[in-house]
């Protein structure tokens, strides 16, 4: 298959600069939160992103889309030219251009209630997006119908309509929070961990929905969660990140069979495994995540890492496309020492 690029990202760097504590203290200090990310996202795929809580997954996804300017670096889309060649930095854009652009570019969240309107009926949220991106532009039967449509591709059933957000479960609601981005058609969406305040028997039908819109409308996603068995159902690929950088990134059957790096070992090991009989004991991933204010030299997975040796602690390893399409950052990748 001949893969488009729909994304670049070039040395993507995002940092949040901290309060300081007192007149007294001179130095600005930040959390790292995003460090030199360097990733292709192609079209029609599902990039998995999946670490720990706070290795900066959420804020990745909302520097890509502009929801917060990226402190260095291009993010590159070539959504808007067939051609490929000339891609739009979306860092260079005005905030007219971006709010133009934001009906192609989508955010699912963990929990959409927060972003309903409670005041608005699930007719009135779904067209609201429609009118406000000069999709319609009046209520009439066109929109109603095409309303109706988007909630019936969605799950939803014709009468929910003229319900409110409190009158949903948390999978309908999330349901809602997908038609009303689905109904602007468009080319990207980052859901971030949508599926993770449901219960799991409600997850596997969330999922499955975004499956088929994304063969339906053509989308493209970045699906963000703390979950390797999600991530693994649902990604093509998949970049593992730890304190704010991408250490490992490849087709998710080779991350899952064969990861290289020492980290996606610890994270596949500390999956809890369900076999009850055998009481085997669930490994889970040592010591404490050091700061992204203050991270440590070298590898940044030093401090937890089984395999450190002196050049760890000394030199950051760069990423290396080890085998075609598996990028690793690590000095002594697994499977090759
Ligand atoms: N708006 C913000 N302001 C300041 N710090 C933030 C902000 N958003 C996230 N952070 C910090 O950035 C780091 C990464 O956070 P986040 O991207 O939310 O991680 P994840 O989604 O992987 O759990 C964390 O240390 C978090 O506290
Ligand atoms: S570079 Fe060293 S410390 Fe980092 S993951 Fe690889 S072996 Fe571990
Ligand atoms: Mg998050």
Redesign the pocket.
Known sequence: MDKKILFSLRGVKKY?PLKKESVFQKEQLF?R?NEDINIDIYQGETLGLV?E????????GRTLLQLYPATEGEILYYGDDPTGENPVDLTKLSKEQIRKMRKDLQLIFQDPYSSLNPRMTVGQIISEGLRSHNIFEKHDEVSQAYTLDVMNKCGLAPYFVHRYPHQFSGGQRQRIGIARSVALKPKFIVADEPVSALDVSIQSQIINLLLDLKEQENLTYLF?S?DLSVIKYISDRVGV?YLGHIVELTDTAKLFAHPMHPYTEALLEAIPTIDVENKKKIKILEGDIPS?VNPPVGCKFHTRCVYATDICREVMPAMLELEPGHFVACHHPLGMR
């Open positions: 949040f959390v939160a670490g809580s706070g290795c900066g997954k959420s804020t990745l963000i703390h990140m992204p």
